[in-house]
């Protein structure tokens, strides 16, 4: 039996609302994934993977499934607010910790005002005298209200959400299942697992990495290891369990909306600019009501639910990386009543703002850029996560757990750094200087005398046995 590291031990105090069960973790995890999210890309999967859409996402799930393991490795260990910014630094280096956080910033930051965006470009088209930039500001205001009520008021409205998102996907499921019986389907059966006519390898992991983003969510949840009640072991099999069933959800429903595909030839040759691929489909399907519902839906669950968990887990890194000073103080203060890192709340909401509102005066909205920035960012960070393990377990522990601790992340590393050489060259670019900007801050303060240093760093730390 081992003993279950406290916070205390590491040398912080617990000063976040221990109130989330491991309920409130699966559902915040399978809503900041989204269980309808291919609804919104599904046009460009289609037409990256040559019509295998569900092929795409069960690939994309088996790579992301290591990267859960590992995530779930270092929770084990490190049992605190953070993610990949606090695995990095404790499992590494703290200076690591420092570059992995600064990346995965890419992604925590950027991620809300793209859902922002997209979310806002779609209420537009339903209710035009509200424009996109006033869409995003009430999406906004209210995702900020509910996060600095508390988290408690974040898991209940989760709940909700993530509740009406199922019923809609159930009701496109059904609907599309008569549908197929009656004799609608465009293609064989299996054509979205496999189809000769279009497969290579390089195609299919093409769309993988555009898939991928839908996946981007399910390590929310380490973020709020300092506001759960179940232990770190629990809290990493919740990762594990959301990543599943959101797959299993995103293979469903792409799977039945390729059979449903009604112009093949013009998706695959023209793609989807519009973004308005399922929708049609849901229209073909069931008619005008049902590409309406999804429609709607999909901007509902990006602009308020996704954004909202995603609104609460940035602060979380804004808070954990400012606690050990390594972003300004004022970001590590908690309200006292509604026990919520404040400042890192209204400063995600700021950056969220300005971002969302200058992408709207874009030709096109800059929604593929971030789209990819978001991905990159997040991808890098996993790559130091996968490093973490190994370093932390194999070559400081002598783990001889060699699957879980040595072989499952070489190998999500290896799939992951694959999708990272096939983005997109602006993606890559950006995201690189972004990188290289961190190595400068971090030089920089080490010139000034403020070397990254975590809590606890030094001596020895109780942690669960490696040994298992």
Known sequence: MTTEPSLEQFGYQQELRRSLTFTDLLVYGLIFMVPIAPFGIFGSVYQGSGGMVALTYAIGMVAMAFTASSYAQMARAFPMAGSVYTYAGRGIAAPAGFLSGWAIMLDYVLVPALLYLIASAAMASFVPFIPIWGWLIVFVLLNTVVNYTGIQMTARVTKIMLVAELIVLAIFLIVGAVALLSGKAQVGALSPLFDSSTFSWPLVFGAVSIAVLSFLGFDGISTLAEESQVDSRRLGKSMIAALGLAGALFIAQTWVAALLTPDRGRLLSQGDPAGTAFYDVAEFAGGRWLGILTAVATAIAWGFANS??????????????????????????????????????????????????????????GIPLISGLVNFGALVAFLALHV????????????????????????????LGYVVINASFEAKTLGLSWIALGVVL?????????????????????EPSAKK
């Open 308 to 365: 909202l968990v995603a609104q609460a887990a940035t602060s979380r890194l804004l808070y954990a990386m400012a606690r050990d000073r390594q972003l300004p103080s004022f970001l590590a203060k908690v309200d006292p009543r509604h026990r919520v890192p404040v400042n890192a709340t209204l400063l995600t909401a700021a950056i969220s703002l300005v971002v969302g509102l200058y992408l709207t005066t874009r030709p096109d909205n």
């Open 388 to 415: 973490s393990v190994v370093v932390h377990y194999v070559v400081r522990r002598r783990s001889h757990d060699l699957w879980r601790h040595l072989f499952a992340p070489i190998i999500g590393f290896v799939i």
């Open 442 to 462: 971090l030089a920089v303060s080490y010139a000034m005398g403020r070397r990254p240093r975590l809590s606890g760093m030094h001596g020895d730390m109780p």
